[in-house]
C-alpha cells in the first residue's frame, strides 16, 4: 500500500529563514509526487509537481528515490508563505492521490 | 473563469438523516473526484469519475455512501443513515481529463458536514 509521511504538523519560523517541509513515502512502484497548498480560506491548490522539475513561489521540491523523499524547500521564507502544505502521491498509472496529512507553515514577521 | 464550485458550504444534519452534497466542475472537465477530509488529516479519496461513469469507488467506506454523476458534468454525493463519524469537509475536485501523468486537479472550497 502506498503511504504518504509528512512528520510535522507545525512549522513555525522567521521570515527570511530557510524552510524545509518534510515529505517521505512509501511505494514500490514509479511515484509521481506533488505539493498542495491551501492558504487560509481559500481552496486547496497545486503547488509543485516534481515532474515539472519547476520553482514556484521559491520553492523546489527534489524527488529522491533512495531516501523516498519528496521535501519542499524554500530558502527564504516570507510571511504570505504561511499556509497548509500537504504532500501528494500518485502511483503509477493511478491518478488518485494519496495526501499526506499535512504541514501547517507559519511564518513570522 | 468560473472554478469548481460545491453547494452547500456548511450542512448540519442529525444522525440517521440523509444528506445530499452537490459539485460543479469546471466547464468542460471530463474527470471529477470526491474527497473527505476529517480535522487534521489530509483530504482520502471517495470516489472518480470519468464522464459519467465512476471509474474508481474504491474509496467510498461503505454502502452508505453514494455518488452520481448522470450527465457527466454536476455530481451529487449521496449519504444515508448519516453517522457522527461522517462529520468531516467533504472536497470535489475536477480535471480536464484525468489522463496522463500529472493531470492536474482542480479543487472546489468544500462543504462541511456537520452530524449532531
Known amino acids: 500500500a502506498q503511504r504518504v509521511t509528512q512528520p510535522e504538523k507545525l512549522l513555525s519560523v522567521f521570515k527570511g529563514a530557510p524552510v524545509e517541509l518534510k515529505c517521505n513515502y512509501s511505494y514500490s512502484g514509479s511515484p509521481e509526487l506533488f505539493w498542495y497548498v491551501q492558504y487560509s480560506r481559500q481552496r486547496l491548490q497545486l503547488l509543485l509537481r516534481?515532474?515539472s522539475r519547476e520553482s514556484i513561489k521559491g520553492f523546489t521540491a527534489d524527488l529522491n528515490k533512495g531516501e523516498t523523499s519528496f521535501h519542499l524547500k524554500k530558502p527564504f521564507a516570507q510571511e504570505e508563505d504561511s499556509a497548509m502544505y500537504y504532500c501528494a502521491l500518485h502511483s503509477g498509472g493511478s491518478y488518485i492521490p494519496t495526501f499526506g496529512r499535512g504541514t501547517s507553515l507559519i511564518v513570522h514577521p | 473563469g468560473a472554478g469548481v464550485s460545491q453547494t452547500p458550504s456548511n450542512k448540519v444534519t442529525e444522525k440517521g438523516k440523509y444528506v445530499e452534497l452537490r459539485c460543479d466542475p469546471i466547464?468542460?472537465?471530463?474527470?471529477l473526484y470526491w474527497y473527505r477530509q476529517s480535522l487534521g488529516q489530509g483530504p482520502e479519496f471517495l470516489i472518480y469519475f470519468q464522464g459519467t461513469g465512476a471509474a474508481d469507488d474504491s474509496g467510498l467506506p461503505n454502502d452508505r455512501f453514494f455518488a452520481v454523476r448522470p450527465e457527466g458534468s454536476v455530481s451529487t454525493l449521496k449519504i444515508q443513515r448519516t453517522e457522527r463519524g461522517d462529520s468531516a469537509v467533504y472536497l470535489c475536485a475536477s480535471s480536464l481529463t484525468g489522463q496522463g501523468r500529472g493531470n492536474e486537479q482542480f479543487f472546489g472550497p468544500g462543504t462541511r458536514l456537520t452530524v449532531l
Open positions: 516534481h515532474i
Open positions: 466547464s468542460g472537465h471530463t474527470a
